[in-house]
């Protein structure tokens, strides 16, 4: 990342240590989450090394709008809800090691699957295997009012992190303050239709193996094959072992998962028509809604996917705010390989 660039807009605070990872963390002028605040607060977890944990507890269920939802839950019933929301090809063990921190520090952690992953279902044969992004925010707003949680503080990366972007930006009443890795990710179809310079356009080459029935076909046949495949790419420097991987990629056996994320790419590129019923969703979110809850945005050094520099959406974040680059070989599972940072970065905005 190029600190020159980003000092023009964006003002540095200080840097300072979070557990074995660097972290550059800088606030827009006129934010007041500050990175002295962590620092001086008591109920920081204690230091814990990646790959500490490797279960969570026996998995529950729940019926939510369309699905029946499998989620682990940690902390106290009565603590401070903090919802956790994984992308592709993840699953919730991304935040086995987060899920701990956050309950001794006395949150109520929840952890769901998204549709096609892991044990959730569809409650209906009938529903349509829809992957578009709106339809994800609504299955976790369905979420929140099945557990009569009427706000909750939403954390996620990937598909997760643009689910907590679109919850936070159309339903802020719902939502007490964000963590979001890589940023802002709204999007609509008719911007994903916009060609992209060669370079960034490489980039995306599952997204154009995915439009074609070679690409459907190919992400069945080789689902894990594929998934370890865009962890090692999007995760250069993270050395996983088999069986942190193995963990993960059963969840990619649910029924519904192919369909799922194809359609969700297909849709992106305007290749997959979404549903009726989303349309005023989507409408709202074509403007590119600016999102007004505190927020801490986070990003590894060493991300291999696709992403923007902070700079380029700090201003669609109107409220508090902080970003934070967290260093030493992070990469795009940031939750999983720095749980000790994205722990922190929810414990501080849920002070804001």
């Given at each position: 990342m190029s600190t020159t660039k980003i000092a023009k807009e964006i003002d540095w605070r200080r840097r300072y240590?979070?557990?074995?990872?660097a972290v550059t963390a800088f606030t827009r002028l006129g934010g007041i989450i500050g990175a002295a605040n962590a620092q001086s607060s008591n109920t920081q977890p204690a230091p814990i090394?990646?790959?500490?944990?490797?279960?969570?507890?026996?998995?529950?269920?729940?019926a939510a709008g369309v699905l029946n939802v499998a989620y682990a839950e940690a902390g106290p019933a009565d603590g401070p809800p903090v919802i956790l929301l994984h992308g592709w090809p993840y699953d919730i063990y991304s935040f086995v090691d987060v899920a701990p921190l956050l309950a001794s520090a006395g949150f109520r952690v929840i952890v769901p699957y998204l549709r096609g992953y892991?044990?959730?279902?569809?409650?209906?044969?009938?529903?349509?295997?829809?992957?578009?992004?709106?339809?994800?925010?609504i299955d976790t707003i369905a979420f929140m009012d099945a557990l009569k949680i009427d706000k909750a503080l939403l954390a996620g990366?990937?598909?997760?992190?643009?689910?907590?972007?679109i919850v936070s930006a159309l339903w802020p009443e719902r939502c007490k303050a964000t963590v979001s890795v890589s940023g802002y990710l709204i999007g609509n179809q008719e911007a994903g239709k916009?060609?992209?310079?060669?370079?960034?356009?490489?980039?995306?080459?599952?997204q154009f193996y995915f439009a074609t029935e070679r690409g459907k076909v190919g992400y069945d046949k080789y689902r894990h094959d594929f998934s370890k495949?865009?962890?090692?790419?999007?995760?250069?420097?993270?050395?996983f072992d088999d069986a942190t991987f193995d963990r993960s990629a059963a969840s990619f056996d649910n029924a519904d998962h192919v369909a799922i994320v194809i359609h969700n790419y297909r849709w992106r590129l305007g290749l997959a028509e979404g549903e009726a019923k989303y349309?005023?969703?989507?409408?709202?979110?074509?403007?590119?809604?600016?999102?007004?809850?505190?927020?801490?945005?986070?990003?590894?050094?060493?991300?291999g996917a696709p992403h923007l520099e902070p700079s380029a959406y700090a201003k669609k974040f109107s409220g508090r705010y902080q970003h934070r680059t967290i260093t030493g070989g992070i990469g795009h599972n940031l939750p999983q390989e720095a749980p000790q940072a994205f722990a922190e970065a929810i414990i501080d905005v849920a002070k804001a």
């Amino acid at each position: 990342m190029s600190t020159t660039k980003i000092a023009k807009e964006i003002d540095w605070r200080r840097r300072y240590f979070v557990g074995a990872a660097a972290v550059t963390a800088f606030t827009r002028l006129g934010g007041i989450i500050g990175a002295a605040n962590a620092q001086s607060s008591n109920t920081q977890p204690a230091p814990i090394k990646p790959g500490t944990n490797t279960s969570f507890a026996p998995l529950r269920h729940i019926a939510a709008g369309v699905l029946n939802v499998a989620y682990a839950e940690a902390g106290p019933a009565d603590g401070p809800p903090v919802i956790l929301l994984h992308g592709w090809p993840y699953d919730i063990y991304s935040f086995v090691d987060v899920a701990p921190l956050l309950a001794s520090a006395g949150f109520r952690v929840i952890v769901p699957y998204l549709r096609g992953y892991g044990a959730t279902r569809f409650l209906s044969n009938d529903t349509v295997r829809n992957g578009q992004p709106a339809a994800i925010a609504i299955d976790t707003i369905a979420f929140m009012d099945a557990l009569k949680i009427d706000k909750a503080l939403l954390a996620g990366f990937d598909w997760g992190a643009r689910t907590v972007n679109i919850v936070s930006a159309l339903w802020p009443e719902r939502c007490k303050a964000t963590v979001s890795v890589s940023g802002y990710l709204i999007g609509n179809q008719e911007a994903g239709k916009m060609p992209l310079p060669p370079s960034a356009e490489l980039q995306w080459w599952y997204q154009f193996y995915f439009a074609t029935e070679r690409g459907k076909v190919g992400y069945d046949k080789y689902r894990h094959d594929f998934s370890k495949l865009i962890w090692r790419l999007a995760s250069p420097k993270w050395a996983f072992d088999d069986a942190t991987f193995d963990r993960s990629a059963a969840s990619f056996d649910n029924a519904d998962h192919v369909a799922i994320v194809i359609h969700n790419y297909r849709w992106r590129l305007g290749l997959a028509e979404g549903e009726a019923k989303y349309d005023d969703v989507e409408k709202r979110l074509a403007v590119a809604p600016v999102i007004t809850v505190p927020t801490i945005t986070l990003e590894g050094d060493a991300n291999g996917a696709p992403h923007l520099e902070p700079s380029a959406y700090a201003k669609k974040f109107s409220g508090r705010y902080q970003h934070r680059t967290i260093t030493g070989g992070i990469g795009h599972n940031l939750p999983q390989e720095a749980p000790q940072a994205f722990a922190e970065a929810i414990i501080d905005v849920a002070k804001a």
